[in-house]
Structure formats: C-alpha cells, structure tokens
C-alpha cells in the first residue's frame, strides 16, 4: 500500500479504513492530507473486494478545519487559479458508501469533509460547526449547501453567521448525524455499521447511495423516476437473485457474485 503521511490506511474485511493523521494540528486539512485521502479512497474505489469506507480522525478532533497557516497568506489568484479545495469533490462523488465516524471537532472543512460521507456516526464528543466566518472567511468545501439541506436555513445561518459549535446531541436532533454513540464505543460501532453495509450487495449500496444523493439534485418527480429505473436496473443482477432466494429459503444472503 502506498506510504501516506497525514493518513493511516488500513482494511477490516471487506471495510476499507482510513484515518486522518496530524495530531499536532488536529488534523487541520492542508493540501498533502487532501490528496492523500483523495488518493486512498480512489484505490479503495478501484478495489472490489472492499464494500464500503470507513473515514474518520482522532479522539479529539475529526478535523478542525481546512489548515488555516497554510491558506493565510494566499491571493485570490492563487485560489482561483489552483481551483482550491476542488479536489474534495472527487471524494463526494465516490461511488461506494462512506462511513464517518466522528469525534472532538469537526469544524469548518472537518464538518465539511463529515457531510461529504454517507452515514455520519458522531461520538457524544463530537462538536460541529462552521466557525469560517470568524477567520473572514466562509465555508468553501459545500458547507453553506451541505449543511442547509442537512438541518435547514434556520440553524445553516445560525451556525454560520455566528460561527458557534453544535453538540452531537444538537447536531443529531437537527438531522446532522445518523446516531449519536458513547465516545468509547466510536469505532467498534461505525466498523461495525460499516461491515454490515459492506456484506450487502456492492452494485445495489453503490445505487442506493447513488439514489439517494439524486434527492438533492433533482425535483421529485425526476428522483422518483430515476430510483425507479435503478430499482429496475437491480433486477438484472445475481445478488437479486440470491436475496429473495435467501429470503424464500430462510437463510442468509450470500452476495458477492453480482
Ligand atoms: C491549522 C490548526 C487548525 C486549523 C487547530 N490547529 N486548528 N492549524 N489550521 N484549522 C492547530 C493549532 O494552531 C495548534 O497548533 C494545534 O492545532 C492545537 O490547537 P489549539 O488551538 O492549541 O487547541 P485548542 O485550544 O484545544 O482549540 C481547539 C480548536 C481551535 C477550538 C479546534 O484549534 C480552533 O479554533 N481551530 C480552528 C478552527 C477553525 O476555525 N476551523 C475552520 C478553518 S477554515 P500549535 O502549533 O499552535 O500548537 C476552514 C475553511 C474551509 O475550514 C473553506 C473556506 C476557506
């Protein structure tokens, strides 16, 4: 595997685990992390034996944001130019299930990153926010739009305009977070969650997250068309056939022959 500097990469079964890795700066994200991780996902994207990802950092802190001593004395030109930040969009628009398991901060990009993944565990640690504009500056990896179609204008402004953290328990009455779990039990339980998705199908999770993700891109009557010619699509697969088999014959599905 490569040698990564700012990532640890690894593999549980069928799960493949990536965790950010610069403590000294809570894992701030700079330009290295960033294609790092671009990096590692694209090979686990490119592996079919690994069904889905697991993202997440250390005990006190996901990330705390894009890396601030780094951007600081960049021009507008050096921005637009090097188009930064963009290369995080290829990691939202990887095609297998990503799993966050979050605890400490997750501020600015590091909330940014969060909502970029599929399923987002959050420790009761676990504190989000986009404090972007207390630096002069605003949210520049999707959060003014991830976050608004995650919790709404209400509380997208209010985090922000003000810049303030929200507590897992906030972040997951707001509809931030799939589930709030002891910090002890982080990441035995998104291992865990990220096992089961990876012993599904690998085709249908990549079309359900696929499905998904179409809400927020589409009126509902394309969404609804779109599932409905993915969901007619799943009949042309052999885990389909083993599913309602298994089911029928009162036994456990066995995917993996697609
Ligand atoms: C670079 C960072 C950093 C960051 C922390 N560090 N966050 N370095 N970029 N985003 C570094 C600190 O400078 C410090 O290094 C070390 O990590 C430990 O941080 P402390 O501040 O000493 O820790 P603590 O007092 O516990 O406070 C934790 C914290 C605070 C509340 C998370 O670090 C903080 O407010 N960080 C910035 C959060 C933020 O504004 N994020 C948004 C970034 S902008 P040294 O060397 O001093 O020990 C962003 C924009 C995205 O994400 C797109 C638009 C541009």
Redo the contacts with the bound molecule.
């Keep these: 595997m490569t040698d990564y500097e700012t990532i640890r990469v690894g593999r549980t079964g069928r799960v493949g685990m990536i965790t950010l890795d610069r403590p ?3 894992n ?3 330009a290295q992390l960033m294609s790092e991780v671009v990096a590692a996902v694209e090979d686990f994207e490119k592996d079919r034996s690994i069904g889905a990802i697991l993202l997440t950092g250390s005990e ?2 996901f990330a ?8 600081q004395s960049k021009s507008f030109m050096d921005m637009y130019l090097d188009d ?2 963009s290369a995080w969009d290829r990691l939202a628009a990887a095609r297998k299930p990503i799993v966050a398991a979050v605890a400490g ?1 997750a ?4 909330c ?1 990153l969060a909502m970029m993944c599929d399923v987002l565990i959050a420790a009761d640690s676990a504190k989000f926010g ?3 504009i ?2 002069g ?5 999707g ?1 003014s739009q991830r976050l608004t179609r995650a919790v709404g204008k209400a509380k997208a402004m209010d985090l922000c305009l003000t ?1 303030r953290t929200m507590d897992a328990q906030e972040a997951e009455r707001a509809g931030l977070v799939s589930r709030v779990v002891p910090a002890i039990d982080l990441i035995d339980d998104a291992i865990a969650t990220a096992s089961r998705i990876a012993d599904m199908s690998l085709p249908i999770a990549m079309m359900v997250k696929e499905s998904v993700n179409r809400a927020f891109e589409s009126t509902l009557t394309e969404g609804v068309r779109f599932e409905r010619r993915v969901f007619h699509s799943a009949f042309a697969t052999q885990d389909q056939k083993e599913g309602m088999a298994a089911f029928t014959e009162k036994r456990d599905p066995n995917f993996g022959h697609h």
């Design positions: 000294d700066a809570l701030a994200l700079n006190r802190a705390a944001g894009a890396d601030i001593k780094e951007m930064w930040f901060y501020l600015g990009g590091g940014e986009q404090p972007e207390k630096l500056v605003l949210p520049g990896i959060g810049g």
